[in-house]
């Protein structure tokens, strides 16, 4: 059974950082790639940071520079470094993983995603 569990979601002041983590288990993702959507209030998911499997980076252009995407594969786990977070981060936070996962790839053709983790950004 594939699972992804994030974790790190807070309430923040603008201008904060956090670190989200995403911890799989129940299957071997070599060769997958992983990502980070969000889905702020009201609006679709949207894709955030993404990896794939030989470390390439991808980022949605408003997290280029303030987002830094990572994995420890000997821990299983994923992360996301936020910084200089903005009111407009607002947003459940997703962990994805599938054969392909970019930020622009449709949220309904990835296989696997965690339950989200929600970050509040106050100005």
């Known amino acids: 059974q594939v699972h992804l569990a994030e974790s790190g979601g807070v309430s923040v002041q603008s201008g904060g950082s956090l670190r989200l983590s995403c911890v799989s288990s129940?299957?071997?993702?070599?060769?997958?790639?992983m990502g980070w959507f969000r889905q702020p209030p009201g609006k679709e998911r949207e894709g955030v940071a993404t990896i794939d499997n030989t470390c390439n980076t991808q980022y949605e252009d408003s997290a280029k520079g303030r987002f830094t995407i990572s994995q420890d594969n000997a821990k299983n786990t994923l992360y996301l470094q936020m910084n200089s977070l903005k009111p407009e981060d607002t947003a459940m936070y997703y962990c994805a993983a599938g054969p392909i996962v970019m930020v622009t790839t449709p949220p309904s053709l990835i296989p696997f995603w965690g339950q989200g983790t929600q970050v509040t950004v106050s100005s």
């Open positions: 129940g299957y071997t993702f070599d060769g997958y790639s």
